[in-house]
């Protein structure tokens, strides 16, 4: 009989968590949205294109890169960085994950370090490999921008929020530390 109401109790927990994770993200947006004017220098400037452009001059030697707040430009290409292009969706996808499934905070807390640092890369290795993209193919950018990056960025937030919230490793650090 146990089995059961235990069933029972974990999907009444698991669909309360996914209820708030899905009001905490839209708060989220609504937040990343209403701010994005005051935000858009450092999420999108230095945290974004400086070090894309870092990274472009470290592949591309002989190309003449410059970067500006929004955008990466060569002679030939000017790549503009917009609302959307930072990863703050996505990222903002794993802090309310974080912050609203049941595990001890201190895995919260490590599990936004960790996945923030992830995102991060992804997101340069996506401008750069972008960039490249446009440089080479610009036929191939679209897809590449609008469906295959997207996906992957998705698919790579879901698999650390679902590897990272796993309950039984969760339950394991619960009964180690306890």
Not at 95 to 105: D, G, H, I, N, Q
Request: a positive charge; aromatic letters at 12%; glycine letters at 6%.
């Amino acid at each position: 009989m146990t089995g059961p109401v235990v069933n029972k109790a974990r999907r009444g927990v698991f669909l309360r968590s996914l209820v708030c994770w899905l009001l905490l993200y839209a708060v989220l947006l609504t937040i990343y949205n209403g701010t994005y004017h005051l935000t858009r220098e450092v999420l999108i400037g230095k945290v974004q294109v400086a070090p894309a452009s870092f990274l472009l001059s470290w592949t591309l030697p002989d190309v003449d890169i410059r970067y500006d707040a929004a955008s990466i430009q060569t002679p030939a290409l000017v790549l503009q960085i917009l609302r959307g292009c930072d990863g703050v969706e996505v990222w903002a996808m794993l802090v309310a994950a974080m912050l609203v499934f049941p595990m001890p905070w201190r895995r919260r807390w490590q599990g936004l370090v960790w996945g923030t640092l992830l995102l991060l890369v992804a997101n340069l290795a996506r401008i750069v490999s972008l960039f490249h993209i446009a440089l080479t193919r610009m036929d191939w950018f679209d897809i590449a921008h609008g469906v295959i990056w997207q996906g992957v960025m998705v698919l790579l937030t879901g698999a650390f929020v679902l590897g990272w919230t796993n309950p039984r490793r969760v339950s394991a650090e619960r009964e180690a530390f306890s």
